[in-house]
């Protein structure tokens, strides 16, 4: 039943009548909204409003002496054709186009990622190094779920690395089927759980799509429907994350989902500082001019690259801090925030 539609369009139409014409371009508006009236009474004849349309069409004529024979109102021009249909085919699944078109700007970005001896960067650029041993949720939102799994970096070491990481795409009816990817190290599938490289099925299932960017090292998934590309990376004896989330995305969560590192860093109680390692001078030396070669700003990257290269003894964690701070590079909307000075 569209008798809505009558009545907005007789709303449109007499929503501005002014001056001498005022009376005869009412009675025309009336008789449009008599004959959309009568198209929909078929549909309509047990709808409520449209009795009541249709009844208070006749007093308005009574009233206003209109003839039920004459003129009506032109149609109300509908919005323009391609926008409207290219909105439509689409679009609905590609979140940079749809809120365009909805809000007529580019939506804003977040980065987190999370790396080496594990360090978090978080969506509002706080910056922490965790001890966080077991499993942590990276993000837990309507749309997304990421755990990180940490195991300690050496027997007996106060630091630990991640050694797995689950993603889960949640279901989205008109995009894609939920969707799972795992990585542990010396593991970095090309493909989902299910053995599959996009969304499934769903007219919009090319809207996920994950790609090998370097094969066993470098997997890159993109999540179009939701504005969101994640980087998952291998780097000696560990897993990195690194995210870049459409804003609206990275905040739809409720206050029960309050525990994700990319959100609110590492708990106090699961912090270290970064000073702790390098009591050693000879080895500290060492890992500072290691670093330095991949990483000549001396920001938080680098100081990581040393804490790790220190920790673990392991000169491949410099590779990590590399890793991450080139993911930041592509992913940061404001390249002003990329290094961190603490």
């Known amino acids: ?9 007789y709303v449109a139409a007499t929503l501005n ?14 008789r449009s909204y008599s004959h959309c009236t009568r198209k929909t009474a078929r549909t309509c004849r047990g709808d409520l409003a449209y009795h009541s349309a249709v ?5 308005l004529m009574i009233q206003n002496n209109c003839s039920k024979e004459g003129p009506t109102s032109p149609p109300r021009p509908r919005p323009p054709a391609p926008d409207h249909q290219g909105f439509q085919s689409l679009d609905i699944c590609n979140y940079e186009k749809s809120f365009l078109y909805k809000h007529g700007q580019p939506p804003r970005y977040q980065h987190c990622a999370a790396f080496g001896d594990p360090h978090i960067r978080t969506f509002h650029d706080d ?23 940490s195991s300690p970096v050496a027997k007996g070491s106060n630091a630990t690395v991640t050694s797995k990481l689950t993603i889960i795409f949640k279901n989205m009816k008109e ?7 795992q990585a542990e190290i010396d593991n970095l599938p090309a493909a989902f759980e299910d053995g599959s490289v996009n969304g499934g ?10 790609r090998e960017r370097s094969p066993g090292r470098h997997v890159e998934i993109r999540a179009e429907y939701i504005g969101t590309t994640i980087a998952v990376r291998q780097a000696g004896r560990q897993l990195s994350f690194s995210i870049r989330a459409a804003e609206e995305v990275a905040r739809a969560f409720t206050e029960e989902q309050d525990l994700q590192l990319c959100v609110g860093g ?9 000073s702790e390692c390098c009591r050693g001078r000879a080895a500290a030396e060492t890992a500072r001019a290691l670093c330095k070669e991949m990483l000549p700003v001396e920001d938080v990257y680098f100081q990581s690259c040393v804490f790790d290269v220190v920790t673990s003894g392991d000169a491949n964690f410099t590779m990590a801090a590399h890793g991450a ?5 592509v992913f940061l909307p404001n390249a002003e925030k990329l290094h961190i000075f603490q």
């Open 1 to 9: 039943c569209k008798i809505l539609r009558c009545n907005s369009e």
């Open 175 to 181: 995009c894609i089927d939920q969707k799972v990817y």
């Open 266 to 274: 590492c708990p106090r109680s699961q912090r270290i500082s970064r």
């Open 55 to 59: 009844h208070g069409i006749e007093d």
């Open 127 to 149: 910056f922490h190094t965790c001890r966080v041993e077991g499993s942590w949720p990276l993000l837990d939102n309507d749309y997304l779920f990421v755990q990180a799994t």
């Open 201 to 210: 099925e769903r007219p919009g299932g090319s809207s996920l799509a994950i």
């Open 325 to 329: 701070l080139e993911d930041a590079r």
């Open 17 to 30: 009548l002014r001056g001498p014409g005022r009376k005869a371009a009412y009675c025309d508006a009336l």
